[in-house]
């Protein structure tokens, strides 16, 4: 459908059907009652249902919704540079068609955004505050242009700058319409957001491994987010630095979690893309990777994986396309065709 017609044509041209429906049946109506007849019991009960369908958009959420998933994403010391000079337009360049192509993109936000000073611009690996992250607040527009609808905040820098800047992040991100969720310590906001897209509701439910009661907050989430949702994505954070392998620990928590109801398993923490596989019907893809990173001391940490998943209502299915990435030391991010 989207390779025919562009996303918001198509809902305007749907959209416009169903008015012209409604106004030739009114249309039909009123020249009946010229003649003092009125609509037809038949003709009654199709207009209040395109009326219905019109109203609540019902009939249009049928289709298919594709949501792009990304990896891990920092957005200080070198990129920050690179923001600056060059803006954030130069790092999406290459990909920003595949993703404003998607209803939506969801990625780890990997530390807060705050008004504060970096402290990691011109450090090197090793020192102290080479991991400590802190993005300009400019870069919800940053986010925003790339279609990044929602962000998972439970990982181990969104507290960089204490809840404070935790703080921050949520008050930036509140003002620039993106969703945020997950579980990091002192955080008074739920652990799992919503996603709403044409009618469809995605529960974004996060595990921390770096918040304390992390596995119980998360299968207490999935209970609640189940309930009103129509599928529900687990974005854990997780395993092993730079390591290819998943750890025991990571491959039992991903069954539980899907005996606990989620539909799909998006992982992010090792800066390296780790191995999918599928469990009771249900994919896991225990690390993404990187996706917006400096990490050019690897070829392995220079690539990445996203995620095209397409969810279906009526089918309460979930459709997959993988689409590899390189980081290249310039900033930019390209697909690997
Ligand atoms: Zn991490």
């Keep these: 459908m989207k390779k025919i017609f562009q996303n918001q044509n198509f809902k305007t041209m749907r959209l416009l059907l169903g008015l012209a429906v409604l106004f030739l049946m009114l249309g039909v109506g009123f020249s009946f009652q010229d003649k003092k007849h009125v609509f037809s019991r038949e003709q009654e009960i199709s207009i209040k249902k395109v009326q219905a369908d019109l109203a609540s958009g019902e009939k249009y959420s049928q289709d298919p919704v594709e949501i792009i998933f990304g990896g891990d994403v920092m957005l200080d010391r070198y990129i920050r540079q690179v923001i600056e000079r060059r803006g954030g337009d ?3 360049q290459k990909i920003i068609s595949e993703l404003q192509m998607a209803e939506g993109v969801v990625v780890n936000l990997e530390g807060p955004i705050t008004s504060n000073e970096s402290v990691s611009v011109n450090t090197q690996i090793g020192e102290r505050n080479n991991y400590i992250f802190t993005f300009d607040s400019g870069v919800t527009d940053f ?12 990982n181990n820098h969104i507290l960089n700058f204490g809840s404070d ?15 945020f969720f997950g579980n990091f310590q002192g955080n008074s906001a739920p652990g799992w957001r919503t996603l709403e897209i044409e009618g469809l509701k995605i529960a974004l439910v996060n595990f921390n491994q770096f918040s304390s009661g992390a596995v119980e907050k998360t299968l207490a989430d999935l209970k609640e987010a189940q309930v009103k949702n129509d599928f529900v994505v687990l974005m854990p954070h997780w395993g092993n630095e730079y390591e290819n392998y998943i750890n025991e620990k990571q491959k039992e928590l991903a069954r539980r979690f899907i005996e606990a109801g989620a539909d799909l398993v998006i992982g992010s923490h090792p800066h390296v893309v780790q191995l999918s596989e599928t469990y009771q019907g ?3 893809y225990y690390s993404l990777g990187n996706f917006i990173f400096d990490q050019y001391f690897s070829e392995e940490t220079q690539k990445g994986l996203l995620v095209k ?3 279906d209502k009526k089918n309460h299915s979930i459709d997959f396309q993988e689409l590899r990435l390189n980081l290249n030391a310039n900033g930019q991010v390209e697909i690997v065709r």
């Design 282 to 284: 249900r994919k896991i």
């Design 309 to 311: 998943a397409v969810f």
């Design 165 to 179: 800047g935790a703080k921050q992040t949520q008050k930036y991100l509140q003002e620039a319409g993106i969703t």
């Design 90 to 92: 130069f790092i999406w």
């Design 143 to 154: 986010l925003k242009d790339a279609n990044i609808r929602a962000v998972n905040l439970g």
